[in-house]
Protein backbone atom coordinates (compact mmCIF):
# COMPACT_ATOMS: atom_id res chain seq x y z
CA UNK A 1 0.00 0.00 0.00
CA UNK A 2 2.35 2.16 0.91
CA UNK A 3 4.51 2.16 -2.65
CA UNK A 4 1.55 2.91 -4.73
CA UNK A 5 1.13 6.62 -4.39
CA UNK A 6 -0.09 7.07 -1.06
CA UNK A 7 -1.98 10.08 0.53
CA UNK A 8 -1.13 9.33 3.55
CA UNK A 9 0.16 6.35 6.24
CA UNK A 10 -2.93 5.07 7.81
CA UNK A 11 -3.27 3.49 11.57
CA UNK A 12 -3.48 0.24 9.18
CA UNK A 13 -0.39 0.68 8.08
CA UNK A 14 1.03 1.34 11.16
CA UNK A 15 0.17 -1.07 12.88
CA UNK A 16 1.42 -3.43 10.38
CA UNK A 17 5.34 -1.86 10.48
CA UNK A 18 4.95 -2.19 14.83
CA UNK A 19 3.89 -6.19 14.34
CA UNK A 20 6.98 -6.34 11.77
CA UNK A 21 9.39 -4.36 13.64
CA UNK A 22 8.32 -6.07 17.45
CA UNK A 23 9.18 -9.16 15.50
CA UNK A 24 12.38 -8.10 14.15
CA UNK A 25 13.30 -7.47 17.67
CA UNK A 26 12.18 -9.71 19.66
CA UNK A 27 10.50 -12.78 17.52
CA UNK A 28 8.48 -14.09 20.37
CA UNK A 29 6.99 -10.94 21.77
CA UNK A 30 3.26 -11.25 22.09
CA UNK A 31 3.27 -6.72 22.19
CA UNK A 32 0.68 -5.02 20.20
CA UNK A 33 2.73 -1.90 19.91
CA UNK A 34 6.47 -0.25 19.46
CA UNK A 35 6.17 1.42 23.01
CA UNK A 36 4.83 -2.05 24.89
CA UNK A 37 7.84 -3.98 23.64
CA UNK A 38 10.52 -0.91 24.06
CA UNK A 39 9.10 -1.24 27.83
CA UNK A 40 9.45 -5.11 28.09
CA UNK A 41 12.25 -5.37 26.07
CA UNK A 42 13.89 -2.45 28.15
CA UNK A 43 12.98 -3.18 31.75
CA UNK A 44 12.23 -7.32 31.82
CA UNK A 45 14.73 -8.58 29.63
CA UNK A 46 17.00 -5.97 30.54
CA UNK A 47 18.36 -4.90 26.99
CA UNK A 48 20.39 -2.01 26.28
CA UNK A 49 19.33 1.36 24.87
CA UNK A 50 20.74 0.92 21.04
CA UNK A 51 18.87 -3.06 20.92
CA UNK A 52 15.13 -2.28 21.47
CA UNK A 53 12.71 -0.89 18.91
CA UNK A 54 12.28 2.86 18.21
CA UNK A 55 9.77 4.76 19.83
CA UNK A 56 6.14 4.90 18.30
CA UNK A 57 6.66 8.37 17.26
CA UNK A 58 10.01 7.17 15.26
CA UNK A 59 8.58 4.65 13.39
CA UNK A 60 5.64 6.55 12.27
CA UNK A 61 8.05 9.32 11.15
CA UNK A 62 10.49 6.78 9.37
CA UNK A 63 7.19 5.23 7.63
CA UNK A 64 5.73 8.68 6.46
CA UNK A 65 9.41 9.57 4.61
CA UNK A 66 9.90 5.97 3.59
CA UNK A 67 5.94 5.81 1.78
CA UNK A 68 7.00 9.22 -0.03
CA UNK A 69 10.01 8.03 -1.30
CA UNK A 70 9.09 4.42 -2.31
CA UNK A 71 5.57 5.45 -2.75
CA UNK A 72 5.28 9.07 -4.21
CA UNK A 73 8.75 9.76 -5.87
CA UNK A 74 9.78 6.27 -7.06
CA UNK A 75 6.42 5.55 -8.14
CA UNK A 76 6.26 8.11 -10.43
CA UNK A 77 9.92 7.70 -11.61
CA UNK A 78 8.95 6.97 -15.16
CA UNK A 79 6.46 10.10 -15.65
CA UNK A 80 7.44 13.24 -17.60
CA UNK A 81 6.28 15.74 -15.08
CA UNK A 82 5.82 13.77 -11.72
CA UNK A 83 2.87 15.25 -9.32
CA UNK A 84 4.70 15.41 -6.17
CA UNK A 85 3.46 16.81 -2.90
CA UNK A 86 5.47 19.05 -0.18
CA UNK A 87 8.15 16.86 1.45
CA UNK A 88 7.39 18.83 4.44
CA UNK A 89 4.05 16.92 4.57
CA UNK A 90 5.69 13.36 4.88
CA UNK A 91 8.37 13.97 7.58
CA UNK A 92 10.98 16.12 6.12
CA UNK A 93 12.08 19.77 7.25
CA UNK A 94 12.99 22.42 5.15
CA UNK A 95 16.25 23.98 6.56
CA UNK A 96 17.11 26.99 4.20
CA UNK A 97 17.52 25.11 0.14
CA UNK A 98 17.56 22.17 1.81
CA UNK A 99 15.32 19.25 3.31
CA UNK A 100 16.32 17.43 6.65
CA UNK A 101 14.75 14.80 8.21
CA UNK A 102 12.48 15.18 11.37
CA UNK A 103 13.41 11.93 13.31
CA UNK A 104 11.08 12.26 16.00
CA UNK A 105 10.11 15.21 18.34
CA UNK A 106 11.28 12.78 21.41
CA UNK A 107 14.24 12.81 23.06
CA UNK A 108 16.72 10.24 22.91
CA UNK A 109 16.24 6.85 24.87
CA UNK A 110 19.86 7.18 26.65
CA UNK A 111 19.15 10.61 27.92
CA UNK A 112 15.50 10.12 28.97
CA UNK A 113 15.53 6.85 30.33
CA UNK A 114 18.79 6.99 32.34
CA UNK A 115 17.31 6.77 35.71
CA UNK A 116 15.71 3.15 34.30
CA UNK A 117 19.51 1.98 34.26
CA UNK A 118 19.73 -0.94 37.01
CA UNK A 119 22.97 -2.85 38.48
CA UNK A 120 23.38 -6.70 39.04
CA UNK A 121 25.49 -6.03 42.14
CA UNK A 122 24.95 -8.48 44.85
CA UNK A 123 27.06 -6.18 47.25
CA UNK A 124 28.17 -2.98 46.85
CA UNK A 125 28.90 -1.29 43.50
CA UNK A 126 32.32 -1.07 42.15
CA UNK A 127 33.80 0.38 39.17
CA UNK A 128 31.96 -2.45 36.92
CA UNK A 129 28.39 -1.03 38.29
CA UNK A 130 26.29 0.29 35.33
CA UNK A 131 25.07 2.64 38.07
CA UNK A 132 28.69 3.70 39.12
CA UNK A 133 29.87 3.87 35.54
CA UNK A 134 26.57 6.37 34.46
CA UNK A 135 27.35 8.45 37.15
CA UNK A 136 24.34 7.42 38.72
CA UNK A 137 23.11 6.96 42.01
CA UNK A 138 21.50 2.70 42.55
CA UNK A 139 17.70 2.88 42.55
CA UNK A 140 14.94 0.39 43.67
CA UNK A 141 15.39 -1.49 40.50
CA UNK A 142 18.69 -2.35 41.57
CA UNK A 143 19.92 -6.06 42.69
CA UNK A 144 22.53 -4.23 45.17
CA UNK A 145 22.50 -2.93 48.99
CA UNK A 146 23.88 0.28 48.48
CA UNK A 147 21.36 3.04 49.64
CA UNK A 148 19.37 4.48 47.31
Not at 83 to 92: M, N, Q, R, T, V
Not at 125 to 137: D, E, I
Request: hydrophobic share 35%; glycine share 4%; charged share 20%.
Amino acid sequence: MLSQNPSTVSDTDMQQLEKFVILMYDRSSAATSVDEARLDLFARKQRSYNSIPPTEAALREHARRAAYQAGIIWSQATITRPDLSSPAHWGWIKNGDAWQVCWTTLPPVGASCQELTKCACKKGCNMRCKCFRSALPCTALCGCTCEQ
